[in-house]
Nanobody, 125 residues
Framework: QVQLVESGGGLVQAGDSLRLSCTAS????????MGWFRQAPGKEREFVAR????????YYADSVKGRFTISRDNAKNTVYLQMNSVKPQDTAVYYC??????????????????WGQGTQVTASS
């Protein structure tokens, strides 16, 4: 049974930093592409970041490029999202996701096979 468990969300002030973690079990983590998505109230889920199996390739949404960093530790089955210079518009539930298909559409939610339960990030101005 595949499980993805996010942690690290919370309430921060604009300009602060936050690190989200997502620990996976039940799959071959080192062979799985991982992504982060977010969903704000009343909005559709949107792509945030993606990391390749080795960690050498990363991709970001324009809205977070230069502020967020995705990384992974395959020995710990964990993917991270370091969020710096957080803005109020970053407020959302953040989800990690596992991609077993490697179809290439890394910024589309349908590309991903498994999802975590989400962790809330709230950035106040």
């Amino acid at each position: 049974q595949v499980q993805l468990v996010e942690s690290g969300g919370g309430l921060v002030q604009a300009g602060d930093s936050l690190r989200l973690s997502c620990t996976a079990s039940g799959l071959s983590f080192s062979g799985t592409g991982m992504g982060w998505f977010r969903q704000a109230p009343g909005k559709e889920r949107e792509f945030v970041a993606r990391i390749s199996t080795s960690g050498r390739s990363t991709y970001y949404a324009d809205s977070v490029k230069g502020r967020f960093t995705i990384s992974r530790d395959n020995a710990k089955n964990t993917v991270y999202l370091q969020m710096n210079s957080v803005k109020p518009q970053d407020t959302a539930v953040y989800y990690c996701a596992a991609d077993l298909k490697y179809g290439g559409n890394y910024d589309r939610s349908h590309e991903y096979d498994y999802w975590g339960q989400g962790t809330q990030v709230t950035a106040s101005s």
